[in-house]
């Protein structure tokens, strides 16, 4: 599967950015979704997860409440709607497909090339 992540910006503080992954193929149902993030520096960052029927959502714990994960199957698509954005926030966004429910970078099989997300203060 073939991942396009786009919807990355720059905003400031306390506003809202709405990210989208498309998948190719036909296979897109039958993975696990995750975003994952990266700022300069650090490692790669587990964000959220939408397991494949989109009925379980996982936050991390700094994402949690603020950020929200959702997928639509007939299109083939992944957004992550982010509210309340902070400068920590500050990354580059990538959205994975993997075969189970994981928030191990390492197991998601398929990448998409980032978004640049920067939040001023």
């Known amino acids: 599967v073939q991942l396009q992540a786009s919807g990355g910006g720059l905003v400031q503080a306390g506003e809202s950015l709405r990210l989208s992954c498309a998948a190719s193929g036909r296979t897109f149902s039958s993975y696990t979704m995750g975003w994952f993030r990266q700022a300069p520096g650090k490692e790669r960052e587990f964000v959220a997860r939408?397991?494949?029927?989109?009925?379980?959502?996982i936050y991390s714990d700094s994402t949690r409440g603020r950020f929200t994960i959702s997928r639509d199957n007939a299109k083939n698509t992944v957004d992550l709607q982010m509210n309340s954005l902070k400068p920590e926030d500050t990354a580059v966004y990538f959205c994975?497909?993997?075969?189970?429910?994981?928030?191990?970078?390492?197991?998601?099989?398929?990448w998409g090339q980032g978004t640049q997300v920067t939040v001023s203060s």
């Open positions: 939408i397991t494949r029927s989109g009925s379980v959502t």
């Open positions: 994975a497909a993997a075969a189970w429910s994981t928030g191990v970078p390492t197991e998601y099989a398929y």
